[in-house]
C-alpha cells in the first residue's frame, strides 16, 4: 500500500483545511486507516481513526466536533476535515493504514504498516 498525503499549508486560527491521503496498491475497504500528527519536540499522537467499513470513527478530545474523517471509496481516497483551527493543531499530519480482517478500530501507531509523506499544517494566532 502507498500513501501520498496533501492538503497542509498556513492558515490563521479559526480557518479550515482539508487534508486527502490518496491509497494505491489496496482498495480502502480492506484496510482500517487513520491520521496522526507531529509538533516539533512532541511525540507522534493520534488523531482520528476510520474502521474499513467507514461505519465508525474516534477522534481525540482536542478535536473533536472540529475534525471529521470521511472516505471516498470510489477515489481509494480518506480525507480529514479541519474546522475552526487552533495554533495548537500546528503539526505535520501523517495518514496511516492498517491491514485487518476486522472492522476494529485502532489508535495506536504501532499497530499501523504504512504510512504517508505527512503534510505540514501550520496555524497562525
Known amino acids: 500500500v502507498q500513501l501520498q498525503a496533501s492538503g497542509g499549508g498556513l492558515v490563521q486560527a479559526g480557518g479550515s483545511l482539508r487534508l486527502s491521503c490518496a491509497a494505491s496498491g489496496r482498495t480502502l475497504s480492506s484496510i482500517g486507516m487513520g491520521w496522526f500528527r507531529q509538533a516539533p519536540g512532541k511525540e507522534r499522537e493520534f488523531v482520528a481513526t476510520i474502521s474499513r467499513s467507514g461505519r465508525d470513527t474516534r477522534y481525540i478530545d482536542s478535536v473533536k466536533g472540529r475534525f471529521t474523517i470521511s472516505k471516498d471509496s470510489a477515489k481509494n481516497t480518506m480525507y480529514l476535515q479541519l474546522n475552526n483551527l487552533k495554533p495548537e493543531d500546528t503539526a505535520v499530519y501523517y495518514c496511516?493504514?492498517?491491514?485487518?480482517?476486522?472492522?476494529?478500530?485502532?489508535?495506536?501507531?504501532?499497530?499501523?504498516?504504512?504510512w504517508g509523506q505527512g503534510t505540514q499544517v501550520t496555524v497562525s494566532s
Open positions: 496511516a493504514a492498517r491491514v485487518t480482517d476486522t472492522d476494529n478500530l485502532s489508535y495506536i501507531p504501532t499497530q499501523y504498516h504504512y
